[in-house]
């Protein structure tokens, strides 16, 4: 028997996991920023546009897969 070095496990990139969740086709979703305070400036219009999660540019979303470690949270 051989005693290897173990690989070791690639970790979940945390700061990655508390802002983005990976949807059932695999899209990274995130919440609007803007959201959290001084909403009373916006119009109604665009606070209703900020509502809800959005889809992550197509550019990054190999780089937030890859933090998450295939993982959706």
């Known amino acids: 028997m051989s005693k290897?070095?173990?690989?070791?496990?690639?970790?979940?990139?945390?700061?990655t996991k508390?802002?983005?969740r990976l949807s059932a086709?695999?899209?990274a979703m995130h919440r609007s920023s803007?959201?959290?305070h001084l909403a009373q400036a916006l119009s109604n219009k665009r606070?209703?546009?900020l509502r809800g999660t959005k889809a992550?540019?197509?550019c990054m979303?190999?780089?937030?897969?890859a933090a998450l470690n295939g993982h959706s949270y």
Do not use: C, L, M, W
């Open 56 to 58: 992550v540019d197509p």
């Open 25 to 27: 086709t695999g899209k």
């Open 47 to 49: 606070r209703r546009n």
């Open 18 to 20: 508390k802002r983005f």
């Open 34 to 36: 803007g959201t959290s």
């Open 4 to 15: 290897g070095k173990a690989k070791s496990k690639i970790k979940t990139h945390k700061g």
């Open 61 to 65: 979303e190999p780089t937030i897969q």
